[in-house]
């Protein structure tokens, strides 16, 4: 029931094919890119947001060395509580309260779920930079802002990077089921497609998310590789700094 | 979208208790879909860890191939894999398992990596082969680690396990969907409450599981 066998499978994608070049699907309140800006409208705020609270909580956690107990629940709670369900429990509620369109359940659910990854990393990113290196910089004179600015938050960089990705990726992915919420986004043609076992148009959907998920974990690698130091990725080698040295002494 | 009255209680306790019966085959439902999930794609783990640990060049495209199944979300792989396998538990399965095998493989290849080279070189010169060095030095020390990627991934599963309801699988995702249809809370918060709680729960054995099998690192806490 429902499912394609052998040729037909050619058909199947041939009618994918079709879907994505008729044009029809490119234009109006149901075209792909009023739905992509959709998606992007309901994932970058709450990761904006959950950038903005908790990547500097985490690092001043970090740097201070406390609050491990809070971090590692917050994962583990985060982990535990099914992002549908987040997601979807907001409705009743925002109905219950009269509080009005799926906008913002699904904005603070999206919130919620932001969080956790982004605080987790950031706190163990500062917290497992070398303690000789910390140690260190302070006995060169360095101010606790210092350390932070200068060796701390730039050695944890990759790892804080990588939580706030998580958390896009995440972020992007559940924006799909706020269509079974009644909002917008890619989610739509998924949902849609299902309740009226269009499969075509579910396929179509489906390959959509897929892309801006990967695009999206991909533009965190751009930024990730664009800031940071070039000495933490190895992407210098130690032999070629030795080489500059000796060519700058002429020895 | 039709408005719950405001006289509906939060949770309707009478509904809880006279509905017991569908939360446990709910529960039943999940925890297999769940324990399918992790066995099949732990015993493909095992399949790809030997081989990422035999030729280390497969490493790299094992973890790409496996991150961009990872980072693919679940709805749209669903989406993707209903013209080939239909609306069914093939379906769920594939994506489901496709998603514990980077934890899985990370943490195993990770495990027996961390296996200090000393150790292994002391049981060779005891006269150790390569399979019983395997089981009773590299599984035992890689157990830890190995039992970490596990919990990670069966609380991962159970989360995603709810939205195979939405391709009509049942499980606790089932009770959330129903909920959110009739703007009925107590069905969607006994849903989440069961799912979380399945999660912890499951989390906890695997603890235990751990301390069972590892009793060594018990006694040297001890010391």
């Not at chain 1, 094919?17 to 109006?28: C, E, H, I, K, Y």
């Not at chain 1, 965190?220 to 130091?229: D, G, M, N, Y």
């Not at chain 2, 769940?34 to 030729?55: D, E, K, N, P, Q």
């Not at chain 2, 006994?190 to 729960?201: C, F, K, P, W």
């Amino acid at each position: 029931m429902g499912t394609v066998q052998g040729g037909a499978l050619v058909n199947f994608l041939a009618d994918v094919v079709r879907w994505f070049s008729d044009p029809a699907n490119w234009q109006g309140s149901t075209g792909v890119p009023t739905r992509v800006l959709q998606h992007l409208n309901l994932s970058v705020w709450p990761v904006l947001l959950a950038a903005i609270v908790a990547v500097p909580l985490g690092v001043q956690l970090g740097h201070r060395r406390r609050g491990a107990f809070l971090a590692i629940s917050l994962a583990n709670i985060g982990r535990a509580v099914p992002s549908f369900a987040v997601l979807v429990i907001g409705i009743p509620i925002a109905v219950y309260y009269k509080l009005g369109t799926f906008y913002w359940p699904a904005f603070l659910a999206l919130l919620l779920l932001a969080i956790p990854p982004m605080l987790t990393n950031a706190y163990t990113g500062v917290r497992e930079v070398a303690p000789g290196i910390v140690e260190s910089s302070r006995g060169m004179g360095l101010t606790e802002r210092q350390v932070l600015r200068k060796i701390e938050i730039p050695m944890a960089l990759p790892v804080i990077i990588t939580g706030v990705r998580v958390s896009a990726v995440q972020v992007v992915a559940t924006a799909t089921l706020a269509a079974l919420i009644g909002g917008g986004g890619l989610g739509r043609y998924i949902i849609d497609g299902l309740s009226v076992r269009d499969f075509v148009e579910v396929f179509a959907g489906a390959l959509l998310v897929a892309a801006l998920s990967i695009a999206t974990e991909g533009v965190f690698s751009l930024v990730e590789r664009l800031t940071v130091s070039p000495g933490i990725t190895g992407r210098t080698k130690m032999v070629d700094t030795l080489n500059i040295r000796k060519a700058g002494l002429g020895v | 979208m039709i408005l719950a009255q405001t006289t509906e209680p939060f949770i309707r306790w009478d509904w809880v208790w006279s509905h017991l019966g569908l939360f446990w085959s709910r529960t039943v439902e999940h925890l297999v879909l769940t324990g399918i999930a992790l066995g099949v794609g732990f015993l493909i783990s095992i399949g790809l860890s030997i081989v990422a640990l035999r030729y280390r060049k497969s490493y790299t495209p094992i973890t790409w191939v496996t991150g961009v199944f990872y980072s693919i979300p679940s709805l749209a792989l669903f989406g993707i894999l209903i013209p080939l396998t239909g609306l069914s538990v093939t379906t769920a399965e594939i994506g489901l398992v496709s998603y514990t095998l980077l934890i899985f493989i990370r943490n195993i290849v990770a495990g027996i990596d961390g296996v200090p080279q000393e150790v292994r070189e002391a049981a060779l010169g005891m006269g150790y082969t390569s399979t019983r060095m395997l089981w009773q030095i590299e599984i035992p020390i890689a157990l830890p680690v190995i039992i970490a990627g596990v919990r990670i991934a069966a609380v991962t599963t159970v989360g995603l396990v709810t939205i195979t309801a939405i391709i009509g699988l049942g499980g606790l995702g089932q009770l959330i969907l129903d909920g959110l249809n009739r703007l009925f809370t107590t069905p969607l918060i006994v849903g989440t409450v069961l799912s979380a709680a399945l999660a912890l729960l499951i989390d906890y054995g695997l603890v235990l599981v751990e301390r069972a099998l590892t009793p060594w690192a018990r006694s040297r806490a001890a010391l």
